[in-house]
Structure formats: structure tokens, C-alpha cells
């Protein structure tokens, strides 16, 4: 693309337009990962020091959604532009107090999409947003603009969806493109598992993959510590992901008596989406896959011994 055909472009679509559009598509981005996963982003609040607030999770979801919409569809503009820019601002100023004085890296910004940035790329990615924000709400024409009918009917019907997926989230976690059941039955070896743990033939295993700063997670702690003791499996091993301080906190509060490995979100996520998960590992074979929270290991012992029952009924006739 030669520069007269970009300036042909740029001329053409117009900077302003551009710009909010780029800015549009970012804000509906971390709008829809958020609401795959409302939970998460609640005790993400909470983290960073404002659970009187957590409360508006699911609505500062909605405004984010919003914005983008209005941002994409080019709807009154110049206000869009403005509200946009002051909720940037307020995030970027909130993850700057989150990282410089409770050493939060996790900025939360696009949810359950797995798009993490160092820190230092944070900034500058807000910082350019806010510029291109800025632009708008300068350049752009003061005044209501009619709004075609079928903009109306894609705004309402995005907005219908994700605030029905935001109020699942609230309370459940949702199960998106999750692969874990492609790993049963199958050797360690033939899954991506192989890149987390090393196991032996003669072994059982329990494998939690989990997020330090999810609520359903934490409430499985307590239950996963029985499981090396009561005998239930030979080894448990966490993988977990989460900034230092949610790790350091959980380690606090629930001293846990099991291996745990921690990976960046986006690694983990090759192996699942959806958090807690736990795999059931003997004789090197994945032999159960339990998503959501963990029972006690006598349950979970019970559980298995009637699974092994069955495949015994099954292969017997």
C-alpha cells in the first residue's frame, strides 16, 4: 500500500473515523471478555481494594458494550467520545494504583479473551486510546446524526446478549470452546497435559487448574487439601494463574499442602477456559475431567469407585 492510496484512504474513510472505529472495536472486545466471565472481573475489583463497588461488575460490562457500539456505529459521537475517555482514563488511573502500590499486573481488561499484556504495553495501549478518544471528541460534529434501523436492531440485540451472558457469569462460569473433554480416555502424552506435568504409570493424580483470584476456585481449595492425605490420589498438582498478590493472599488463608506451578493465563488456556478444572489421572490416562468446584474426597473417591463399577458391569456383559 503506497502512500498516496493511504492518503487516498484516510481522505476518503477520515482519521476521525478511524479512530473510533479502532477505539470501538477495543471497548467491545474487553466488554464481551468480561462478560464471558463477570465473576472474575468482580473479584478483580475486589483485589484492588474497592468491594464497595464490586456490586457494578455487571454494569460497567454493559457501559463498556455500550461505548463500543456507539464508537463502531459512529452514534453521537462527540459525547460517546468524551464519556469513553474519562472511563479510560478512571481504569488506567486504577490499574496505576493497582500495579505501583499493591503490585496488581493483572489489568483484567479483556476478561475470559486471552489477550494479557506486560504491564509497560497497558499503558502505552491506553495511552494511544486515550489520544485517539481525545481526537474524536475535538474533531468531531456536535449534533444528533439519525440512526438507521437496523444499527438500532443490532445495538439492542448485542446489548440483549451480553447482558444475559453477564448475569450467567455472575454467579456461573461459562463453558466456551472448552476442550477437556477431548482428553478423556486418552494418555497424558497425546494431550497438551504433557507440557504441564510429568507422571509414572504406577501413580494417581488429581490436576486443578485454577485461577487465584476466583471465588469458585478458592472455594475448592480447602477440599482439594484432603486428597494427598485421605489417600484418595498420590499426588495433587495446582496450575494456576494470577498476579503475586492474589497468589500470596491465597497462600495466606489456606496454606496449601500441594505442589502448585504457576503459568501466565494465556499458557494455561491451552490446556482449558473454563476455572476450576480437574483432571483424574491413573496409569497415565485421564480418567475423569470435574469442571466448576471440587467436592471432598470422600465424595470424589465414591464417585470413581461407582465409574469403575460400571465400566466392570458394562465389560462383564
Not at 477437556?180 to 502424552?189: A, H, I, N
Not at 485454577?210 to 475448592?220: A, D, E, Q, R, T
Not at 473454563?274 to 470422600?298: F, H, M, W
Request: charged share 15%.
Amino acid at each position: 500500500m503506497n502512500s498516496t492510496f493511504k492518503n487516498i484512504l484516510i481522505n476518503k474513510i477520515g482519521y476521525i473515523r478511524i479512530f473510533s472505529i479502532l477505539a470501538g472495536i477495543i471497548f467491545l472486545l474487553s466488554g464481551i471478555g468480561k462478560s464471558m466471565a463477570v465473576l472474575n472481573f468482580y473479584n478483580l475489583i475486589i483485589q484492588y481494594g474497592f468491594s464497595y463497588i464490586s456490586f457494578l461488575a455487571p454494569f460497567i460490562v454493559l457501559i463498556e458494550i455500550l461505548l463500543g457500539l456507539f464508537l463502531v456505529f459512529q452514534i453521537r459521537l462527540k459525547e460517546t467520545a468524551l464519556v469513553a475517555l474519562l472511563l479510560l482514563f478512571g481504569f488506567t488511573s486504577i490499574y496505576s494504583y493497582g500495579y505501583f502500590f499493591q503490585h496488581i499486573e493483572d489489568c483484567g481488561c479483556f476478561g475470559a479473551i486471552p489477550l494479557t499484556l506486560p504491564p509497560i504495553w497497558v499503558f502505552i495501549r491506553n495511552i494511544i486510546l486515550m489520544v485517539f478518544l481525545f481526537f474524536v471528541f475535538i474533531k468531531a460534529d456536535k449534533g444528533k446524526v439519525k440512526i438507521k434501523n437496523w444499527v438500532k436492531v443490532v445495538v439492542l440485540f448485542v446489548m440483549c446478549c451480553v447482558s444475559f451472558t453477564s448475569g450467567y457469569t455472575y454467579t456461573n462460569e461459562l463453558d466456551i470452546d472448552d476442550r477437556t473433554d477431548e482428553y478423556l480416555g486418552k494418555s497424558v502424552q497425546e494431550t497438551v497435559m504433557k507440557e504441564f506435568i510429568t507422571t509414572s504409570k504406577d501413580s494417581s493424580y488429581l490436576i486443578f487448574a485454577f485461577s487465584y483470584s476466583c471465588s469458585h476456585c478458592l472455594n475448592s481449595i480447602e477440599n482439594l487439601k484432603q486428597y494427598e492425605p485421605s489417600g484418595a490420589v498420590d499426588k495433587v498438582i495446582g496450575l494456576a494463574w494470577g498476579d503475586s498478590i492474589a497468589e500470596r493472599q491465597m497462600k495466606e488463608n489456606f496454606n496449601p499442602n500441594f505442589l502448585l506451578k504457576n503459568y501466565s493465563p494465556i499458557i494455561l488456556f491451552n490446556l482449558t477456559n473454563r476455572y476450576p478444572t480437574a483432571y483424574y489421572i491413573k496409569n497415565d490416562t485421564i480418567k475423569q475431567v470435574y469442571r466448576g468446584e471440587l467436592p471432598c474426597s470422600y465424595i470424589f473417591s465414591k464417585k470413581i469407585k461407582e465409574h469403575n463399577n460400571k465400566i466392570s458391569k458394562v465389560v462383564a456383559k
